[in-house]
């Protein structure tokens, strides 16, 4: 009888443990999309129906030239690195002109945030340019 009751206990936490590890999302990989990107900016700066459609053109352009870089493949990590650096960098800059002075205080929060986890321990990057 205690068997049958240990068996079942045992039996019921390993369901639940596989059903709980099931259910959890796989862990992200790469950078975020362009749709995510630009829902996490709506979200958080609250943007305007005209801002939306102007930071689309804006993600757009700089996917567009992000697959044109990935397609040089001449380039070294460092100097692949700073290109990327600088077209995010132009990115950047073209969404904080169409921007109120309260979302642009946001943004450059948001900013400094990417900054932080992108740098890794130990390791200083210099400030955007």
Request: proline share 5%; charged share 40%; aromatic share 4%.
């Amino acid at each position: 009888m205690w068997t049958k009751k240990i068996f079942t206990g045992l039996l019921l936490l390993v369901v639940s443990f596989s059903l709980g590890i099931a259910q959890q999302d796989p862990p992200r990989k790469g950078p975020p999309t362009k749709e995510e990107r630009l829902s996490h900016l709506k979200d958080v700066l609250n943007l305007t129906k005209d801002q939306v459609k102007k930071v689309t053109s804006i993600l757009d352009f700089t996917q567009k030239k992000m697959v044109e870089l990935r397609d040089k493949d001449s380039k070294e990590h460092r100097e692949y690195m700073d290109a990327v650096k600088i077209i995010h960098n132009e990115e950047d800059s073209k969404i904080e002109k169409i921007l109120t002075k309260d979302q642009k205080k946001i943004f450059e929060k948001m900013k400094n945030e990417r900054e932080k986890r992108n740098t890794k321990p130990g390791e200083r990057r210099p400030p955007h340019q």
